[in-house]
């Protein structure tokens, strides 16, 4: 084929047909995910939502393959619904493939845009791949979309987060601010987490340790210190007790949700 027999057959391949018009206008018309699940019949939909509730079970008993392999079933059945995938990415966090997990992650936005877990996710695989640029940023988006007043912990869990990404991208004055934010009336762990990490940042380490069993005193309940604890531990300063203090490490907690 000469030259200009290449150059038609390119021309032709760029010509819009009744039939690519046709395909064009049906994807454009493409039902969304949540119409096309409540199509399924009802029997379907309550033997995949009790589907979801095993495998949210199993994520949370830390059976991650057994929780990929309920995923992967359910899928054949509907593999748009957001929550499924949600847990999906959250288990490539827990086996810590942070590219699929943020490639799953970003498709259950493209579903649900404004969904504050799945942002919370994402951002928090930028953390933990220590893309601290990317963190902070995706962090700080993700504060309006979470209500201080309805969601005091999970907000201050972000700020804290936020406030760990601005002392690696060297913005020091900032994360000292963040951590002056508030005082140890605040309802919440970050008073003593914030100014912990400070006091590590500095060198203080006994006063670290100190405002950390503080921490423990006031917050008797260990899950309610667990996120934060484990983000001290991703982070690097503290040691985790899998011995996984290491950003290669594979045994270090997550703190996906």
């Given at each position: 084929?000469?030259?200009?027999?290449?150059?038609?057959?390119?021309?032709?391949?760029?010509?819009?047909?009744?039939?690519?018009?046709?395909?064009?206008?049906?994807?454009?018309?493409?039902?969304s995910?949540?119409?096309?699940?409540?199509?399924?019949?009802?029997?379907?939909?309550?033997d995949?939502?009790?589907?979801?509730?095993?495998?949210?079970?199993?994520?949370?008993d830390?059976?991650?393959?057994?929780?990929?392999?309920?995923?992967?079933?359910a899928?054949k059945?509907?593999?748009?619904?957001?929550?499924?995938?949600?847990?999906?990415?959250?288990?490539?966090?827990?086996?810590?493939?942070?590219?699929?997990?943020?490639?799953?992650?970003?498709?259950?936005?493209?579903?649900?845009?404004?969904?504050?877990?799945?942002?919370?996710?994402?951002?928090?695989?930028?953390?933990?791949?220590?893309?601290?640029?990317?963190?902070?940023?995706?962090?700080?988006?993700?504060?309006?979309?979470?209500?201080?007043?309805?969601?005091?912990?999970?907000?201050?869990?972000?700020?804290?987060?936020?406030?760990?990404?601005?002392?690696?991208?060297?913005?020091?004055?900032?994360?000292?601010?963040?951590?002056?934010?508030?005082?140890?009336?605040?309802?919440?762990?970050?008073?003593?987490?914030?100014?912990?990490?400070?006091s590590?940042?500095?060198?203080?380490?006994?006063?670290a340790e100190?405002?950390?069993?503080?921490?423990?005193?006031?917050?008797?309940?260990?899950?309610?210190?667990?996120?934060?604890?484990?983000?001290?531990?991703?982070?690097?300063?503290?040691?985790s007790?899998?011995?996984?203090?290491?950003?290669?490490?594979?045994?270090?907690?997550?703190?996906?949700?």
């Amino acid at each position: 084929m000469n030259l200009k027999s290449i150059s038609t057959a390119l021309l032709i391949g760029l010509v819009a047909t009744p039939a690519m018009a046709q395909l064009k206008e049906a994807a454009n018309q493409e039902i969304s995910p949540a119409a096309a699940f409540s199509n399924l019949p009802l029997e379907v939909r309550e033997d995949y939502g009790q589907r979801l509730i095993e495998i949210q079970n199993l994520f949370n008993d830390k059976r991650i393959f057994d929780a990929i392999e309920k995923i992967g079933e359910a899928e054949k059945i509907f593999d748009r619904h957001p929550l499924l995938l949600n847990i999906k990415g959250a288990c490539y966090v827990e086996i810590r493939n942070f590219d699929k997990a943020e490639e799953i992650f970003s498709d259950v936005l493209a579903i649900d845009p404004n969904n504050a877990n799945v942002k919370f996710n994402l951002a928090e695989v930028s953390f933990v791949k220590k893309d601290w640029d990317n963190a902070e940023k995706r962090f700080t988006d993700l504060l309006q979309f979470v209500s201080e007043e309805n969601n005091l912990q999970m907000y201050r869990l972000i700020q804290f987060k936020i406030m760990l990404s601005q002392l690696k991208n060297g913005n020091e004055d900032k994360a000292r601010a963040v951590a002056d934010k508030y005082d140890f009336m605040d309802d919440s762990p970050f008073i003593y987490y914030a100014k912990a990490a400070i006091s590590y940042h500095d060198d203080e380490k006994l006063e670290a340790e100190k405002l950390l069993r503080n921490a423990r005193f006031v917050w008797t309940n260990p899950s309610q210190l667990a996120a934060w604890q484990d983000t001290l531990i991703e982070f690097g300063y503290v040691k985790s007790f899998y011995g996984g203090d290491d950003e290669n490490d594979p045994t270090a907690p997550r703190t996906a949700e």
